[in-house]
Antibody, heavy 122, light 107 residues
Framework: QLQLRESGPGLVKPSETLSLTCTLS??????????WGWIRQPPGRGLEWIGS???????FYNPSLRSRVNFFVDTSKNQVSLKVYSVTATDTAVYYC??????????????WGQGTLVTVSS | EIVLTQSPGTLSLSPGERATLFCWAS???????LAWYQRKPGQAPRLLIY???TRVTGIPDRFSGSGSGTDFTLTISRLEPEDFAVYFC?????????FGGGTKVEI
């Protein structure tokens, strides 16, 4: 059974880089049928899609975050990673990774991780 | 971007009752481009329905989705104790992908 697990520092200082990793078990990161996405939910607010990307390097982003975000894939560890640069308190959120079944042609998320809380504070 | 508004914010019901959750889009979206998810505390969100009305394999048939254009509905015909959770909709017809604010179904 596919499982996604987010991990990373729970506390990041303002202006620094937020780095999160999503480890996949029960499936392969390098499958061409899927994209991998990051979604976040700030406290008291709704879910916000950050972006989605494939093992092959194709990616699409939320324009509101595009200039501060980068994605990485590590096939040796079956992981995908997110970096958000120059963070501020508004980047405080629960961050989720999720799988997008690109092969369907539709961009919903069919498997999610439990999420990890990242707080931006000095 | 397309803004999704969910209503009500909280729905207080009892087991066995019917729950009707609404998701309104700020502009028309294809009925193939609307999904519903369930999230319980401490658990990963779970995809329930995609394409506005297609249930994911393994999702009980008490969950049903409908709608088109700007108005979409998730109905839980008879609430089971395990259905008390937060539900949110997502549109994937237009980038950026967007989500609704969620409806909490509570006892």
């Amino acid at each position: 059974q596919l499982q996604l697990r987010e991990s990373g520092p729970g506390l990041v200082k303002p202006s620094e880089t937020l780095s999160l990793t999503c480890t996949l078990s029960g499936g392969s990161i390098s499958s061409s049928s899927y994209y991998w996405g990051w979604i976040r939910q700030p406290p008291g607010r709704g879910l916000e899609w950050i972006g989605s990307y494939s093992y092959g390097g194709s990616a699409f982003y939320n324009p509101s975050l595009r200039s501060r975000v980068n994605f990485f894939v590590d096939t040796s560890k079956n992981q995908v990673s997110l970096k958000v640069y120059s963070v501020t308190a508004t980047d405080t959120a629960v961050y989720y990774c999720a799988r997008l079944p690109f092969w369907t042609g539709y961009y919903y998320f069919d498997n999610w991780g439990q999420g990890t809380l990242v707080t931006v504070s000095s | 971007e397309i803004v999704l508004t969910q209503s009500p914010g909280t729905l207080s019901l009892s087991p066995g009752e019917r729950a009707t959750l609404f998701c309104w889009a700020s502009q028309s979206i294809s009925s193939t481009s609307l999904a519903w998810y369930q999230r319980k505390p401490g658990q990963a969100p779970r995809l329930l329905i995609y394409g506005a009305s297609t249930r994911v394999t393994g999702i009980p048939d008490r969950f049903s989705g409908s709608g088109s254009g700007t108005d979409f509905t998730l109905t839980i015909s008879r609430l089971e104790p395990e259905d008390f959770a937060v539900y949110f909709c997502q549109q994937y017809g237009t980038s950026p992908l967007t989500f609704g604010g969620g409806t909490k179904v509570e006892i």
